[in-house]
């Protein structure tokens, strides 16, 4: 039995005519990594060396930063990019090292649903974060909450 091995010029046959995911994926590694310096560095930036630098952060912080729309935005926008960037690579090393297309399926699967259940976690927490929740005792109430 022999095997041909085609010429390394030889143009590929394009079986499928639809989208390219793997060229959209390599481009939007590329712009995601771009505007993820921008995000870390910004956030980097407000947290660390603005005021007090770490020293400042606290739970009051923390609430003051998601009481606004500007932040939440900004730190939901960081959350998403940072997630889907890092399961499309995880994805590429999949299809890199998984040689069965059984493993390589449940890896994928694995990769998806696990980015895809942070980010609903993540996007809830920003955007349901309540630091003086109603009802609750007042010694487990932030001190800068109002007495309800």
């Given amino acids: 039995m022999s095997v041909t091995i085609e010429a390394p010029r030889t143009p590929a046959r394009r079986r499928n005519r639809g989208v390219n995911w793997e060229k959209w994926g390599w481009i939007y590694m590329r712009a995601s990594g771009v505007?993820?310096?921008v995000?870390?560095?910004?956030?980097?930036?407000?947290?660390?060396w603005l005021g007090?630098?770490?020293?400042?952060?606290d739970f009051a912080f923390v609430a003051g930063k998601l009481s606004s729309p500007f932040w939440q935005v900004w730190?939901?926008?960081?959350l998403w990019l940072a997630l889907i960037h890092?399961?499309?690579?995880m994805r590429t090393i999949v299809n890199d090292y998984a040689t069965h297309p059984i493993t390589r399926a449940?890896?994928?699967w694995a990769i998806a649903a696990s980015a895809?259940?942070?980010i609903?976690?993540?996007?809830?927490v920003v955007f349901t974060f309540d630091p003086c929740p109603a009802g609750q005792p007042a010694d487990l109430i932030a001190s800068f909450c109002p007495v309800q």
């Fill in 35 to 37: 505007v993820l310096i």
């Fill in 52 to 57: 007090e630098g770490v020293n400042q952060i």
């Fill in 75 to 78: 730190d939901v926008l960081m």
């Fill in 106 to 108: 449940i890896l994928t």
């Fill in 120 to 124: 609903v976690l993540g996007t809830l």
């Fill in 116 to 118: 895809a259940i942070l």
């Fill in 86 to 89: 890092g399961a499309n690579g």
């Fill in 39 to 48: 995000l870390i560095f910004g956030h980097l930036f407000v947290n660390l």
